[in-house]
């Protein structure tokens, strides 16, 4: 196709409403009131990497303090009602208002619609909504610390009975349910956005099967968001009723089921740890091609194990709720080892796509590598976790602890990538590489001295959730070590905050520092108001690549090789 | 659009099957609804967008040949600056606090509430503040 050849074309100016119609000059309200009425993504987008990231902080305090008190057998920093409000208020805020809100509100709801040349969300105003019921939710939740009775104390899972009111009565636990209440129809909001911009607002040329990997991936975490929240939701107005309204959905004495909440729970908790997962996939995607200079390998095999990772991630919910006695062993020990051959096919499309490619060390792709290493160990424990035999014996100890550390960190890592990766385009500055790389280290190394020992105690039979632990040398040795790991991600953590300072505003990145493939590459950093000035053919998943390494050209399609192409600088 | 609907009514006919080996193989109910209605909803989209794939002219989004410039012209209305998402999301913010503190959060939080929704609505009418 001839088209390939031609230049970038200009694009139309946006209709918007009343507004002027030029990009440039966007007069608007400024400041605070700029804040507050904005509905342009990038700028929500940044809020919510600013607020997430603060709420990673948050997170990390509360998680190094339990370290701090587990590096005794009988420390005393805290009391033992303070530490389950402490476990509790960690888990919370590390799921419910880091880990999502960061894939999608922050780094997909910025990228997403730029990856697919699109002006904005297909809902402004929704998102604008999204970021605000996310930000009151996080504040409800955590304004339980500043009640009498403190915060929510019953485990970030909230089990039936203990969530009850005659167990846990106080208003630290209505906040959190009415924290989660908000931060719920944000998710939901966002889920809604996500799909309707990805089905309806790709620039010509941008068919399904070449969005990059990571809108593919928040395709199916928004899909995956809209089967799962409203469960969440629905569970926590019950939850709510009982504690609230004398029904008894969930107490025994009134004839309800308390295991129909981990039911509930476990449907909404397991799509949702995909829900946590997929995005950070699509993150390290992107970052190990970049780098390794390569297209992704398998693009298809990548998009259809996303898809069936999802498929399978609604039926296994009840591997958590083994030990209950309850549920169909066989059914969901087999779903849930078959979730692994998908996750298997892309740890290999990974190292594929590295495979004898021109890997670049940058921090992005080191976060990115040590993302995979340390999701495989999460991945393989995880294994082991859904044989019942097995899970029997690690039920509630640390080494499922362990397992969901090693994952969830794994994201963590993914995290910071996608930050050193696409940061730059967000501001228009590069962070300091060097920093950047020590960052690295602590968090990786960090990570493994953080896990491995908890592994060890768990398979000794400590249990979690304790403040306190038997005098056995060996656990003291072991959580020492841990409380060890917790320090060097801490120093991580500081580190990626000292970086931010010290790269403030000083080393501008340009339009397309990495010589990047998808088309967010391809408009200025940061972009302007709707997005870009113009596009270029669309042809493969990898359209600024195709444009800015004509001989490289993917020949999908019929490309006409052999007549050059007048590469114009991209202003 | 077909790329669109074959995804979800795929995933719709997945959660379908795997809810009827569950259910009955189970006979535990909460999964078995959950999983019901997983299904439809994938197929409740899923069967629209497999409608208006039928029904409608391909869009350039579907076209793996198509250029930059049949995207030209319009392609949505966006709105401007708005107060009203924050209004409304304050409102919820107060009506949650009411389900803790006590029904007297109810009256900002729906007042809140009732006044973004009439500013919201009349906003996409006139079409937006400047
Ligand atoms: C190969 C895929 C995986 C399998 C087979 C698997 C299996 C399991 C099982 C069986 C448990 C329950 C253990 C118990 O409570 O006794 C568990 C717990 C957990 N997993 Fe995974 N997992 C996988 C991947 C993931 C991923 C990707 C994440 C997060 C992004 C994750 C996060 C968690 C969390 C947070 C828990 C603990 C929940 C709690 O507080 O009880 N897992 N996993
Ligand atoms: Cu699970």
Redesign the interface.
Known sequence: ?T?LL?P??Q??P??????GHDHEEHH??TGIL?W????DHKIIGLSYTVTSVIMLIIGGIFAEIIRAQLATPNGSLVSLAQYNELFTMHGSVMIYLFAGPFAFGALANIMVPIQIGA??M?Y??????S???Y??GA??MLSGFFTAGGAANFGWVAYAPLSNSVNTPG?GA??W???L??TG?SAIFTGVNLCATI????????????MPIFTWNMLVTA?LI??AFP?LTAGLIML?CDRHFGTHIFSVQGGGVPV?WQ??FW?WGHPEVYILALPFFGMATEILAVFSRKPVFGYKGMVFAT?TI??LS??V??HHMFTTG???LP?FSI?SLLIAVPTGIKIFNWIGTMWRGEIWFSTAMLMAIGFVVTFLIGGLTGIYLASPPLDFFTHDTYFVVAHFHSVVMALVLAAMGGLYYWGPKITGYLLNERIGKLQFWFLFIGTQVFTFPQYALGLDGMPRRVAVYPHDPQWKWLNDWSTFGAILIGISTVLFVVNVAVSWKKYPAGDNPWDAQTLEWFTTSPPPH?NFY??????SERPTWDYNHPEHRSI??GTDHEVPLEKEPIS | MK??AK??L??GT??GL?CA??WN??L?D??GV??FC?ML??FIPGSY?WWWSRHMKPR???????????????????????????T???G??FV??A???GIWFLIPGLFLVAWALFG?TAEGRR????
Request: hydrophobic share 50%; glycine share 10%; with cysteine.
């Open positions: 196709m088209d031609d970038p074309v694009l139309p946006v209709h918007e409403e009343v507004h608007g309200p700029k507050l009425t904005t509905t002006p904005d297909a402004p105003r929704l998102n604008a909504l970021y605000w019921l930000l009151t504040i409800t208003t209505d906040l349910i009415g924290g209440l908000l129809f089905f309806y607002l790709r620039a010509p040329g941008m068919t399904m099967f070449r899909i809209l089967l469960v709510y129909l039911h509930i449907f898809l999802a498929a609604l039926g919910w009840a309850v549920v169909l059914f779903m709707h113009r596009l270029p053919p669309i042809r999908e399609h | 790329t669109e995804l979800l795929g995933l997945f959660f795997m080996v569950y193989w189970s535990e909460a999964g959950m999983m997983g909803l994938c967008y350039a989004e579907d076209d793996p040949n198509a250029t930059q410039a049949q995207g030209a012209g319009f392609i949505a209305t966006f709105p401007g600056t708005s107060i009203w998402p924050f409304l999301g304050m919820a913010f949650v606090l389900l803790v503190f919201g079409g937006g503040k400047h």
